[in-house]
């Protein structure tokens, strides 16, 4: 890591467990970035709130990279402007419409998939839960015929890319959802390229992803707050 | 209009009323693209739904960009698509900094005043209408800050950008939704900036917008369908 005031020192506001957050962190790996972790508490929103205050005042969330003193604030917008200011390693295709189709399928795994998963967490009425797993599941199949119909590894081709990247909730996060509140969300049968692809994912970003037994206690404890009643902070 | 076949043809699949659409409208204008515009109907789903099925098979929404054949979705991700393959009078900044700011803001606008809109015609609890529209006034002021900032005519200087292009909801489209539904929103002594900015834009645009009489009819049959417990289409 480059010292302070040298003028191109990168850091990265996060949370171990986020999904959002790790997004960043492959990115600048895959660039060979040297960045400084900053870690927030999610048991000290006192202390995580002025951080995110003085950086993310607009959504208060992480990731935050803040490079050469200037914030960038949500995952996509960061990799993006990663991809853009270290030019080697490109995340994005060169080709302008299947940059557009990987946009497209980055905020399509967004909306569809990463955001339905971690509201489940939240969701106390069993029948509920289960339509939105289902739906989730849903949404996979359509990922599935995409990774299917492209013909490769990844759906970055040989290395991953943003949809890769994107959609990586499917790994640990997901195992560990499916686990807490007894769903089931990826099926081998019905998804079996993204089956293989998750083993793939895992060891191309060599296993860079929270301990499964911390994201475990962490979610059941989380849901168990949740179905008491308990206000919380945001996932 | 260049003819069928002639290799660099663009289609664009829309409907009159939708701010999303508007918006491809306005970006292919500025970059001086000729294209054939696809009405679909709103009132006719079986006719809709079938060219929807073919070209955006995912989420059967509109815009639908044609280009060579091959279609883009998604309003923003059309945005970029035409900008990096048209590169006159570019809708983007061209700083990686820069561009981050535009899509973290257009995402913004997106999410904290478009959606929250269109979801406002569909609401029947005054009440929770109240809640929903100061929510958006909120975010407003978010934006008023943001623009006051800039210190410039338009978020992307002396013409528009991508956050103006994504804005546009804050012209006829919220006039009518604030009418239909008697909600006040924009706020000349809360959104100076923004009051300002709405004569800019429309001036910019040339008036490009739905017409205002159409719209408040169109907003009120749908409102009160709702009201009356219709099922009906997804605005």
Same mark, same amino acid.
């Given at each position: ?7 191109? /020192? ?7 467990? !986020? ?16 960045? /400084?972790?900053?870690?927030? $508490?999610?048991?000290?929103?006192? *202390?995580? *709130?002025?951080?995110? %205050? ?8 992480? &990731? ?6 200037? &914030? ?9 402007? +990663?991809?853009?200011?270290?030019? *080697?390693?490109?995340? @994005?295709? $060169?080709? &302008? ?9 980055? *905020?399509?795994?967004? #909306? ?8 489940? %967490? !939240?969701?106390?009425?069993?029948? #509920? ?5 289902? #739906?989730?599941?849903?949404? %996979?199949?359509?990922? =599935? ?6 013909? /490769? ?6 290395? +991953? ?6 959609? !990586? ?8 959802? =499916? ?29 860079? @992803? ?13 849901? #168990? $707050? ?8 945001? @996932?």
């Amino acid at each position: 890591m480059s010292g302070h005031g040298s003028g191109d /020192e990168v850091e990265l506001l996060g949370i171990w467990f !986020s999904p959002y957050v790790r997004r960043v962190v492959w990115a600048l790996k895959m660039k060979g970035i040297n960045y /400084e972790w900053v870690e927030l $508490s999610f048991r000290d929103p006192k *202390n995580r *709130n002025r951080s995110l %205050l003085k950086h993310n005042p607009v959504t208060k969330r992480v &990731p935050v990279l803040v490079h050469r003193g200037r &914030p960038v604030v949500e995952s996509l917008v960061i990799i993006e402007y +990663i991809d853009e200011t270290w030019r *080697n390693n490109p995340v @994005l295709p $060169s080709n &302008p419409y299947e940059r557009a189709m990987a946009r497209f399928w980055a *905020n399509f795994v967004d #909306q569809k998939i990463t955001e339905v998963l971690i509201k489940l %967490l !939240s969701l106390t009425d069993k029948t #509920q839960m289960e339509e939105e797993a289902k #739906q989730a599941s849903n949404a %996979l199949a359509i990922l =599935e015929r995409e990774l299917k119909a492209k013909g /490769e590894r990844f759906f970055g081709g040989e290395t +991953i890319g943003l949809v890769d990247i994107a959609s !990586s909730i499917i790994t640990t996060w997901m195992e560990a959802i =499916e686990e807490v509140l007894d769903v089931h969300i990826l099926d081998p049968r019905i998804h079996p390229f993204l089956t293989r692809w998750r083993i793939d994912f895992v060891e191309f970003v060599e296993h860079n @992803l929270p301990p499964k037994d911390r994201l475990l206690r962490f979610y059941r404890r989380y849901h #168990q $707050s949740k179905i008491a009643g308990v206000v919380s902070s945001r @996932l």
